[in-house]
């Protein structure tokens, strides 16, 4: 088990530019894949980028490619999501898991789990 905690939400209008950062407890995340997801009350949560730590491998949802840049700090334990021309409909408490068995859209293939961060794209 992995804890992490989010931090880097907030109010940004849109076109603008907010970066959310994940930061992991363990002794290594080498066997791990870090995801992003996002949740509006009322909605399924979503997947939105995830990263395998050993090999950078990388995906992306098609709602956030190219806009959207997940990245990883092996010195700070840390994952990052650089959000770029964010939109309205990017609003959403944004969530970062872990997961020791690849990548996945699910987020039952998740086990660790971040408490949230809230990000909030104005007009």
């Known amino acids: 088990q992995v804890q992490l905690v989010e931090s880097g939400g907030g109010l940004v209008q849109a076109g603008g530019s907010l970066r959310l950062s994940c930061a992991a407890s363990?002794?290594?995340?080498?066997?791990?894949?870090m995801g992003w997801f996002r949740q509006i009350p009322g909605k399924e949560r979503e997947f939105v980028a995830d990263?395998?730590?050993?090999?950078?491998?990388?995906f992306y949802s098609e709602s956030v490619k190219g806009r959207f840049t997940i990245s990883r700090d092996n010195a700070k334990n840390t994952v990052y999501l650089q959000m770029n021309s964010l939109k309205p409909e990017d609003t959403a408490v944004y969530y970062c898991?872990?997961?020791?068995?690849?990548?996945?859209?699910?987020?039952?293939?998740?086990?660790?789990w971040g408490q949230g961060t809230q990000v909030t794209v104005s007009s």
């Open positions: 363990g002794r290594t995340l080498s066997s791990y894949t």
């Open positions: 898991a872990a997961s020791r068995t690849g990548h996945s859209t699910t987020p039952g293939n998740f086990g660790s």
């Open positions: 990263i395998s730590w050993s090999y950078g491998i990388i």
